[in-house]
């Protein structure tokens, strides 16, 4: 049978404790949530604000619902473009301090846009190794030369970028590593774009709505130019759905009329944008939510530091370094049985094996209490 290769495959993974598998949820996700007919607190989401399941949220779109339907029916450049889908770009481009933006259905599809529409052969792509997989699979379908660089290492970016003499450059770089919980060095980032007349694409999709009053990590560190390209996803901190990206109006009218992704999709549903506009009111007016997550932070990394081998992370993403992929499963299944759900992170995803523990505004203290106690006692086992 013409799949029977794959067969072999997936059973080379289980036997070397890679094969990746779902757990269905039966509740709206939330800090807490129902898998199999059990509560579980939830430390797998990036629904670091709480958001995703909140009342005005969901008020939001029903009544979008309401107005607009369910579906847009078309792409954006056919039928499918609706007030809400342009009240809400004009309002992201506003609250991240950029010219203009321009909606994607996922993070995914933003990266590819942006990528493949600017860069193409005889073109560089500077790239930090630990960039999210998105970027990655968007610079080899762009075909442009494929430069990566040692983790948040600036001498091997610049020396790389010195020896370029590509016509086009672009430095990519995740703003905050997805799998390390660290910030990207954003301003040095920027002086070597300054420095070699590149532009500087930054994945914001875990700082947007935590970092920088929730306006993202550029507001964060007080950045801006006409050089940045700048991504962010909707559907982690900001609890809905779908991505932007924002940067000056030639960069988004071009991604509107040459990027794929953008062209050759049906547009999402309006309802979501009126979702998204509650979700912006309540980023802005309710700053104690960064406050109890960083709280969380805080009393996360005090609780485990001696315990525990954690990466350096000031983030709302922390990780728990093990030795090898049976260890990771093994804590990650006694941690489940013991009504607490963190994500096993093992190769090709990351290099080493890893416990990722997401945390959220929506935790209690005795829920990080819990979480803190858990752990300690299978570490010490």
């Known amino acids: 049978m013409p799949f029977s290769q794959f067969a072999a495959k997936l059973a080379e993974r289980t036997e070397a404790g890679l094969l990746r598998s779902r757990r269905q949820i039966d509740s709206p996700q939330g800090a807490h949530v129902v898998i199999a007919g059990r509560e579980i607190i939830n430390f797998c989401s990036n629904d670091y604000l709480g958001l995703a399941n909140h009342p005005e949220l969901v008020n939001a779109a029903q009544q979008g619902a309401a107005q607009w339907g369910v579906g847009s029916g078309a792409a954006h450049l056919l039928a499918g473009h609706f007030g809400p889908h342009q009240a809400l770009e004009d309002r992201l481009a506003a609250f991240v301090g950029m010219p203009a933006a321009l909606g994607f259905s996922t993070g995914y599809m933003a990266n590819l846009a942006v990528i493949t529409a600017l860069m193409g052969r005889g073109d560089a792509v500077f790239a930090d190794k630990l960039n999210h997989a998105s970027l990655n699979d968007a610079v080899a379908l762009s075909r442009a030369d494929f430069k990566r660089y040692p983790h948040q290492d600036m001498a091997a970016l610049e020396r790389l970028l010195a020896a370029s003499t590509a016509p086009r450059k672009l430095i990519v770089a995740d703003a905050v590593f997805s799998m390390d919980g660290d910030i990207a060095p954003v301003k040095a980032l920027l002086a070597l774009a300054e420095q070699y007349d590149a532009w500087l694409f930054l994945d914001d999709a875990h700082g947007f709505g935590v970092l920088g009053e929730g306006r993202g990590t550029l507001a964060e560190f007080g950045l801006a130019s006409k ?20 940067g000056e109006q030639v960069l988004c009218d071009w991604l509107l009329n040459t990027a794929h992704s953008y062209v050759y999709t049906t547009a999402m549903p309006p309802l979501l944008s009126c979702a998204m506009q509650a979700s912006l009111d309540l980023i802005e007016a309710e700053p104690w939510r960064r406050q109890r997550l960083a709280e969380h932070i805080a009393a996360f990394i005090a609780g485990l530091k001696d315990s525990c081998d954690l990466l350096d992370s000031n983030t709302a993403i922390q990780l728990v370094l093990l030795p090898d992929n049976d260890a990771t499963i093994r804590i990650a299944k006694a941690l489940f049985e013991r009504g607490i759900w963190v994500g096993a992170i093992r190769p090709p995803t990351v290099p080493t094996p890893r416990l990722r523990i997401t945390l959220s505004a929506a935790h209690s203290d005795d829920d990080i209490a819990a979480l803190i106690r858990e752990l300690k006692a299978l570490m010490d086992m």
Request: proline share 0%; no cysteine.
């Open 227 to 246: 050089r940045i390209i700048y991504m962010a996803t909707l559907g982690k901190a900001a609890g809905v759905s779908g991505a932007f990206v924002a």
